[in-house]
C-alpha cells in the first residue's frame, strides 16, 4: 500500500540549532517526493521538491532533502534555525492510481523553536 | 501571477445542511484536486477535476460532490452535512503534472 511515515508527531529545537524532520514512504514505481509547511491556520507551501537527478534538493527558506532510495526516506534539513521556522511540515509522495495523479501525506511534525 | 484563491475563509453549518466551497486556480493551471485536512492529520484526497470532468476521487461519500468551470475554477458542495466533516478544506491547482500548488484552504466547522 501506498503510504508516507513521518515518526516525528513534535520536534523542538533552540533557535540556531540544526534540524532534520524525518520522511519514510511506501510506493511501488520511483516517487516524486515533496515537502510543504504549514502556518498556522493556512495552507500548504512547497519548500522542494525530487523528482529525479541529483539526490540532494534544494528549496527555499534554506531547507534542504536528501533522498535515499535504499532507505525510501526523503529526509528535510536545515542548518540553522529561525524562530520563524516554527510550523508544522507535511512530506507527501505524488502518485498514479487509476490514471490519476494525487498526492499521500503524512501526518505531519510539529516543529516549535526556542529562543 | 495570481495563486491560488478559496472562499469564504471560514463557514459554520449545522448537522445536515449543504455547503458550497469555492476555489480559483493559479493562472494557466487546468486541473483542480480538493483535500480534506481534519485537525492533527495530513490532507486526504478527496477527487480532482481537469477540463470540467472529474478525474479521479478518494475515498469520499457521493454526498461530496464538485464542479469545476471552463475558466477552471472548481466548487466543493457537500451535502447533509456531519460532525466528521469538519474540517480545512483545501484546493491546489496544478498545470505543470506533477506539482500541487495550494490555497489558503476554508475552515468548515460543523455543528
Known sequence: AQSVTQ????????????????????????PYLFWYVQSPGQGLQLLLKYFSGDTLVQG???????????????????????????AEYFCAVGTITSGTYKYIFGTGTRLKVLA | ETGVTQSPTHLIKTRGQQVTLRC?????????????QALGQGP?????????????????????????????????????????????YLCASSGEVNTQYFGPGTRLTVL
Open chain 2, 44 to 88: 486526504q484526497f478527496i477527487f480532482q477535476y481537469y477540463r470540467e470532468e472529474e478525474n479521479g476521487r478518494g475515498n469520499f461519500p457521493p454526498r461530496f460532490s464538485g464542479l469545476q468551470f471552463p475558466n477552471y475554477s472548481s466548487e466543493l458542495n457537500v451535502n447533509a452535512l456531519e460532525l466528521d466533516d469538519s474540517a480545512l
Open chain 1, 7 to 30: 515518526p516525528d508527531i513534535h520536534i523542538t529545537v533552540s533557535e540556531g540549532a540544526s534540524l532534520e524532520l524525518r520522511c519514510n514512504y511506501s510506493y511501488g514505481a520511483t
Open chain 1, 60 to 86: 527555499i527558506k534554506g531547507f534542504e532533502a536528501e533522498f535515499k532510495r535504499s532507505q525510501s526516506s526523503f529526509n528535510l534539513r536545515k542548518p540553522s534555525v529561525h524562530w520563524s521556522d516554527a
Open chain 2, 24 to 36: 480559483s486556480s493559479q493562472s494557466g493551471h487546468n486541473t483542480v484536486s480538493w483535500y480534506q
